[in-house]
Structure formats: C-alpha cells, structure tokens
C-alpha cells in the first residue's frame, strides 16, 4: 500500500489509479516524436516500452497546463534537445523514446484517469488541475512503479 494522496478531505491511493491507454508514440519522416491525441487538460501520463511482450522500461510525469503542450515539448527534443541532455529530463526522454523505436521496440502513452473507484464502489474524481495533488499523485506513483 502507499501513502494517502489527501484531496479535499479524502484520501486517494495509487492502488485505485486506472490507466487509460491512449496509443502508440511513433517518429515521423524528420525524426521527430508523433503523440497520440490526448485532452488539452493538467495530467500525470505513463510511457511504456515494451520489446514484444516484455516491459523494459516506463515513465510517469505529470503535465502543468496541458498534456497536448507537455508532449509538444518532446516533440523534437530527442534530436535538437534545448539543454545538455544530462540536464533535461525532456530530451532525455525523448532521446530514450526515438533509441527504443529505432530498435524496434513498441513505445505507447497513458493518461490517469482522474475517476477512481474505492474498494466499496464510491467514485472519486481527483482534481489532477490541483498541483499539491498532482505532485504528490506522481511521487506515488513513481513510487508504486518502482
């Protein structure tokens, strides 16, 4: 179990966190990352790469303003990152992203859903706009992925 993410007087697990897939990431003609559409709306989103059916690696991060501007910025970061890679964590990813898919492997996006059902079937939406509750929603769910 993790810790409680309190939210307006409730108390949300990672455990109760649905994913809900959104599509393959590919790379377009000029190398630069395609995002399946995804709402214009604050999110915690999930990479996964996968080598046939094998996990080799995942990523969870969160999008401020919107997921479409979040992964607008990965979009060419992978070739003509805008800092040292070592010093941003977008153009590493994005480098990471466009290496898997040269090498075959299958890249897909998630978005948490922001409606979690409780163990005794009470729906609760999570206010993922909220930056204390999406921050700390992340860190778990960093967390849990460990």
Do not use: C, H
């Amino acid at each position: 179990m993790s810790e409680p993410i309190p939210q307006a007087g409730v108390a949300i697990l990672v455990e109760w966190i649905r994913w809900k897939p959104v599509g393959p990431v590919t790379a377009d003609d000029a190398g630069d990352l395609v995002f399946p559409s995804v709402p214009a709306v604050p999110g915690i989103y999930r990479f996964t790469i996968k080598d046939g059916s094998e996990v080799v690696a995942e990523y969870i991060g969160q999008a401020a303003v919107s997921l479409v501007q979040r992964f607008r910025g990965y979009r060419s970061r992978g070739r003509k990152p805008a800092l040292p890679l070592e010093k941003k964590t977008t153009s590493r990813n994005a480098r990471k992203i466009l290496d898997a898919l040269g090498a075959g492997r299958v890249v897909s996006v998630a978005v948490a859903d922001d409606r979690v059902v409780t163990p005794d079937g009470q729906v609760i939406v999570v206010d993922l706009a909220d930056e204390a509750v999406r921050d700390e929603l992340e860190k778990n769910l960093i967390e849990w992925l460990r």
